[in-house]
């Protein structure tokens, strides 16, 4: 307690806050080494700011509080300014910068006087304000730990669970489960996104795939429709609610039903870097990252110097926000390097993830591929011909399916040609894309099968995820699991657990 009361140290706990509460909040869609670099760099900045000060004003606690108050500063006005801009007073919109910095500088300069001139004995507020930004700390960090250790319990608990047994009698064929995330179904991109995508679809009719002209998805959103495919069930059965699906849902892609059955057979389970926490598999038995690269596929070395998703969003909930927005009069460069580091680090994955994929085949071990791909889903990073696209265009989910098409049918063609024994390949979308199309039509999505020595003959059109694995199971490994009801449950973004059910409205679909 005497240290607390002695020595301020509540700039330094102020330098880390903003960034590890920034994680915490984000933790279930980032990762947790995103945001190591953002609580470094923040953390230096709050240091050697507290220490010039000292040397100019020559008093710890005067020092330290102007240290804060610059910080608090700097880190609020990216908050305030996203919080004003959403209210409209008369017509009148207040989150402006041309009306909010002049003030947020004023404002600043008041309370520098204050410090300087009117604080007479600042040592007094040092052990209040060490134990407020200290209690402040305390739940970002407790809920980042809590995390974590629930991640490490699911694993350990994961690999307690898997048992192998006997290599079933036959071929063990690879299964390569392709999610191209937001995916839609092809009347849907044409009747929305004025997009004809029957040249894709017949060329995986040739090349032996069934698709399934009526499949939906079963929930509008990756993690509970990934969740419900994996299990091969609903999210009623698997009892994944709206109280708890932050952490069961997650529980459910990691340790899934589907997962666990390929382990026991003795696959190899591979899975890939995806920026997206729900997806990321690093407790697979191989698990491609662009830093830890097995196949030597990915040789960028200037990745590491971009900042990443995280890092970008921090910047814009800071004072940074304003530097990002008034581009023409500031930093052109700074500005391109921030809003293009994300966008290069998305790129860069999914072309790393499509360029190891069709090596994959040629490993001779079974196994069982399971490859999230954020494309067509955006940022629309993707020309058509797969060139780097700096900003979004009004036809970037379009280009990106273009793109995808043509990087998909390459891969299947170099898989089934270094294949010994036929595969089974699902590609298939976790839910359809954004845009104008009402939101019930985001769940028609795009399903192909190949399954060979006449496994299509088990699929049908109307067929939807939470049946994939029922039927590939009992395919090829003799289990009885049948098939169950196929239902879509549509809910809005607003409230995604009050489901509803819609009937499909593409002639000849409904019913099926």
């Not at 009361?5 to 700039?11: D, K, L």
């Not at 730990?145 to 490490?152: D, K």
């Amino acid at each position: 307690m005497k240290f607390f009361q002695r020595f301020p140290i509540h700039p330094l706990i102020l330098g880390l806050y903003p960034p590890l509460m920034l994680l915490a909040v984000n933790i279930n869609e980032t990762r947790f080494s995103s945001g190591f670099r953002a609580s470094a760099v923040s953390f230096l900045a709050a240091t050697l700011l507290y220490l010039l000060l000292r040397l100019f004003i020559k008093d710890w606690h005067r020092a330290a509080l102007l240290t804060s108050l610059v910080l608090i500063w700097f880190f609020a006005y990216g908050h305030l300014y996203l919080f004003l801009k959403q209210i409209t007073i008369f017509g009148f919109i207040p989150g402006r910068h041309r009306l909010l910095l002049p003030l947020w500088f004023a404002l600043l300069g008041v309370g520098v006087w204050v410090v300087l001139k009117r604080v007479k004995q600042p040592e007094n507020v040092t052990m209040p304000l060490n134990l407020i930004t200290g209690l402040l700390l305390i739940f970002p960090v407790i809920q980042l730990i809590n995390f974590e250790f629930a991640v490490g319990r699911a694993d350990a608990e994961e690999a307690a669970e898997i048992v192998k047994t006997e290599s079933v009698v036959g071929p063990q064929r690879d299964v390569y489960y392709i999610i191209l995330d937001a995916y839609s179904r092809d009347d849907t991109l044409q009747d929305f996104y004025e997009y004809d995508n029957a040249a894709f679809l017949e060329e995986l009719n040739a090349r032996g795939f069934y698709v399934g002209m009526c499949s939906r998805s079963n929930y509008p959103k990756t993690r509970l429709s990934l969740s419900s495919t994996l299990n091969m069930n609903y999210l009623e059965e698997l009892d994944i609610t709206e109280n708890n699906h932050d952490m069961e849902a997650w529980r459910a892609i990691r340790r899934s039903e589907t997962r666990k059955r390929f382990e026991q057979r003795g696959y190899r389970v591979i899975a890939f870097e995806t920026g997206f926490y729900w997806t990321e598999w690093e407790s697979a038995d191989i698990y491609f990252t662009r830093a830890d690269d097995p196949l030597g596929v990915f040789t960028d070395v200037q990745a590491a110097s971009r900042l990443n998703n995280f890092e970008t969003i921090f910047l814009n909930t800071s004072l940074g926000r304003a530097v990002l927005d008034l581009e023409p009069f500031l930093a052109d460069n700074f500005v391109s390097f921030v809003n293009e580091s994300p966008r290069q680090d998305q790129y860069e994955r999914v072309n790393y993830t499509l360029d190891t994929l069709p090596k994959l085949a040629q490993m001779p071990e079974a196994k069982f591929v399971f490859a999230h791909v954020l494309i067509p889903h955006g940022p629309y990073v993707f020309g058509p011909d797969g060139e780097f696209r700096a900003q979004d265009d009004e036809r970037g989910y379009q280009d990106q399916v273009t793109y995808i098409n043509t990087r998909i049918l390459e891969i299947i063609d170099e898989i089934l040609a270094n294949s010994a024994t036929p595969p089974v390949i699902i590609i298939q979308g976790d839910h359809g894309g954004p845009g104008t199309q009402p939101y019930p039509f985001r769940m028609n999505i795009l399903n192909a099968y190949y399954l060979p020595d006449d496994g299509n003959q088990r699929l049908y059109p109307a067929i939807t995820p939470v049946n994939t694995f029922r039927v590939i199971f009992d395919t090829y490994f003799g289990t009885e699991y049948g098939l169950i009801e196929d239902v879509s449950y549509y809910s809005t973004e607003e409230d995604f657990f009050n489901f509803e059910i819609y009937p499909d409205t593409r002639p000849g679909c409904s019913g099926n």
